[in-house]
Nanobody
Framework: QVQLVESGGGLVQAGGSLRLACAAS????????MGWFRQAPGKERAFVAR????????AYADSVKGRFTISRDNAKNTVYLQMTSLKPEDTAVYYC???????????WGQGTQVTVSS
């Protein structure tokens, strides 16, 4: 069992920055790849970024590439999403999730709201 809690969401002006954090409980955090997803009202949940268990491999959706950075601190059982140059279309509830096996996310956080004003 892994429990995930996101934090750091809020209201920000377009062009601004925000840093999300996802704190994980459990004894196996270092063995999980981690991902960030987002969901806007009326839309399906979309992939944002992922990071391997080691932290050596990262990937991003084209829509955020060059603007968002995912990182992790296994000693603190925490994964981060640094968001810069935010756009109104980034407005969504952001979720973190853990993945023990490639392509399958086993545990999800409760989500944190990010609102970008124009």
């Amino acid at each position: 069992q892994v429990q995930l809690v996101e934090s750091g969401g809020g209201l920000v002006q377009a062009g601004g920055s925000l840093r999300l954090a996802c704190a994980a409980s459990g004894r196996t955090f270092s063995g999980y790849a981690m991902g960030w997803f987002r969901q806007a009202p009326g839309k399906e949940r979309a992939f944002v970024a992922r990071i391997s268990a080691s932290g050596l491999s990262k990937a991003y959706a084209d829509s955020v590439k060059g603007r968002f950075t995912i990182s992790r601190d296994n000693a603190k059982n925490t994964v981060y999403l640094q968001m810069t140059s935010l756009k109104p279309e980034d407005t969504a509830v952001y979720y973190c999730a853990s993945s023990l096996n490639v392509g399958h996310y086993d545990y999800w956080g409760q989500g944190t709201q990010v609102t970008v004003s124009s």
